[in-house]
């Protein structure tokens, strides 16, 4: 699938995703460092004083905030869209809470988990797959923040972004990840990325608030 030719969005978003497929992935974000940490911490979280996060693993995971924080920071401060563009991958145009609540997960949760379960599954599909979906007779079923992802929730994110993720599940099931599938998730975290740093006034995914959200809302998945 062709980035520039992204299904089911105006001509001028598609373009737009072109250019944070192209730019955005090259940010050295440290997956392998998320990812190892990860993988630990679900091999050690059977018993309760597993689940306690060592003090070099919150540094790890700092580390990583950082390195997300400063790259919505770079491409906002260089955004060069028009203000209709802006208020599209604007969450706060969405109508849902900006914080969970109320059994409702918000734009800020369901961003930064849709975004980091996505890149964890394309950076290990054999190890994140098994580890942060729920299998079942018929396969691996999603999660939560990947339900908010398709509009399947309350809190969903709106149809013409929910409807690029949708074609890689068959109901609530992630399809075989072939080519196809592949590239429409990675194709879904450019747009997430894009939205993240589109949040207009306040955006906790810019500040401190960034590390507290992943380990409570990524972290804690395992």
Request: hydrophobic share 40%.
């Amino acid at each position: 699938m062709n980035p520039a030719s992204v299904p089911n969005l105006p001509l001028a978003t598609q373009a737009h995703t072109a250019f944070a497929m192209a730019t955005h992935l090259a940010h050295r974000i440290p997956w392998t460092s998320l990812s190892d940490l990860l993988k630990k911490h679900a091999h050690t979280s059977r018993d309760y004083s597993g689940r306690k996060l060592q003090p070099e693993h919150k540094e790890k995971l700092k580390h990583f905030a950082r390195c997300l924080r400063d790259a919505l920071l770079e491409f906002k401060e260089s955004d060069k869209s028009t203000d209709e563009e802006k208020r599209k991958f604007d969450p706060n145009t969405w109508g849902v809470y900006s914080w969970s609540a109320q059994g409702m997960m918000g734009y800020y949760q369901s961003l930064a988990s849709g975004y980091c379960e996505l890149n964890l599954i394309l950076s290990d599909p054999e190890a994140f797959v098994p580890l942060l979906l729920r299998e079942g007779p018929f396969g691996w079923s999603w999660t939560w923040a990947m339900r908010v992802l398709c509009n399947n929730a309350d809190g969903g994110h709106p149809d013409w972004l929910a409807d690029h993720l949708r074609p890689a599940f068959e109901k609530s099931r992630l399809k075989p990840l072939t080519a196809e599938v592949l590239q429409i998730l990675r194709e879904h975290c450019a747009l997430l990325f894009r939205c993240m740093y589109s949040i207009s006034g306040e955006n906790a995914l810019l500040d401190e608030d960034l590390g507290r959200i992943l380990y409570c809302d990524v972290f804690d998945l395992f």
